[in-house]
């Protein structure tokens, strides 16, 4: 096994995200110059979300996309969070604590081997949840979205991306590669870990594959990108 095949075994990524989980909201916020916020904030907006509705959150984390999700419904609908890490679970039932009258169900599970029933859900988010898979895995992603949307459900899903502009793109690589795992070394027990985010991101390079994987399945799809390409996703709806 080649040392990038390594990085997406689920273990892997589980024990990341374990080990990441006292610091990824601040870091997350740091490394995005704070535009983690508003990229969630607008993958949310493009579900254009009624009320009474069922919605999704993938790699929920801890619940990061909650707040935006829960201005864009009302307390009829019902929210699933589901993300495989213990450490970002434990995070997301404390975070659920501030969203009282809500019907927010947490699942500890791997995306892949989901208690999600069939054509269940009316809507589908993911906030920076993709760049983790490959292809198989994306793939796989995919499948799991169409069994558990509704005919006609949506989804939108964002990730960090490298822009295509030079002079952004030179400067983004410098700053995954030197200064976010110097950030990670001054302020944190692990800064390897936030070396990895790095690398995963330079893998995934953007949605564009995403696009097309989604495309072969039953999907009508859109690709989006926002703030010049520093985060891409795709949204859309099933067809049947
Ligand atoms: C970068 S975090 C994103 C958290 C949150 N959605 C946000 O907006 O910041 C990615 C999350 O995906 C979860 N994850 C990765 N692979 C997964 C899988 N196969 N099944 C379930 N969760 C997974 C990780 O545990 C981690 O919490």
Same mark, same amino acid.
């Given at each position: ?8 075994e689920?273990?892997?990524v589980?024990q990341?995200?374990d080990k990441? @989980?006292?610091s990824?909201?601040?870091m997350n916020?740091?490394?995005s110059f704070g535009?983690s916020e508003?990229?969630?904030r607008?993958?949310i907006?493009?579900?254009k ?7 999704a959150d993938?790699m ?6 909650w707040k ?7 307390k009829t609908?019902k ?5 495989f @890490?213990?450490?970002?679970?434990e995070?997301?039932?404390?975070n /659920?604590?501030?969203?009282k009258?809500?019907t927010?169900e947490i699942?500890?599970?791997?995306i892949?081997?989901n208690?999600?029933?069939?054509? @269940?859900v009316d809507?589908?988010v993911?906030?920076?949840g993709? /760049?983790t898979f490959?292809d198989?895995q994306l793939?796989k992603?995919?499948?799991e ?7 006609s459900g949506r989804?939108s899903?964002?990730?960090v991306?490298?822009?295509?502009i ?12 030197n200064?976010?795992p110097?950030i ?6 692990n800064?390897?870990v936030?070396?990895?985010l790095?690398?995963y ?5 953007n949605s564009?594959h995403v696009e097309k994987?989604?495309? /072969?399945k039953?999907f009508?799809v859109?690709y989006?990108?926002?703030f ?6 795709i949204?859309?709806?099933?067809i049947r």
């Amino acid at each position: 096994m080649t040392e990038m095949q390594e990085y997406f075994e689920p273990r892997f990524v589980e024990q990341l995200f374990d080990k990441m @989980s006292s610091s990824y909201a601040r870091m997350n916020y740091i490394t995005s110059f704070g535009f983690s916020e508003r990229w969630r904030r607008k993958c949310i907006k493009e579900l254009k979300m009624e009320e009474g509705k069922v919605i999704a959150d993938l790699m929920a984390g801890m619940g990061e996309c909650w707040k935006f999700i829960l201005k864009n419904s009302d307390k009829t609908s019902k929210l699933i969070g589901l993300d495989f @890490s213990t450490e970002m679970i434990e995070r997301a039932k404390k975070n /659920k604590e501030k969203f009282k009258g809500y019907t927010i169900e947490i699942l500890q599970e791997n995306i892949f081997n989901n208690s999600i029933e069939n054509e @269940s859900v009316d809507y589908v988010v993911s906030g920076f949840g993709l /760049k983790t898979f490959n292809d198989h895995q994306l793939e796989k992603l995919a499948e799991e979205i169409e069994r558990i949307l509704k005919p006609s459900g949506r989804f939108s899903l964002v990730d960090v991306s490298i822009p295509k502009i030079k002079i952004l793109k030179c400067f983004y690589i410098f700053y995954l590669k030197n200064i976010i795992p110097l950030i990670g070394k001054i302020f944190l027990e692990n800064p390897e870990v936030y070396q990895m985010l790095g690398v995963y991101t330079q893998e995934f390079k953007n949605s564009r594959h995403v696009e097309k994987i989604f495309r /072969k399945k039953n999907f009508y799809v859109d690709y989006i990108e926002y703030f010049y390409g520093c985060a891409s996703g795709i949204k859309g709806h099933k067809i049947r």
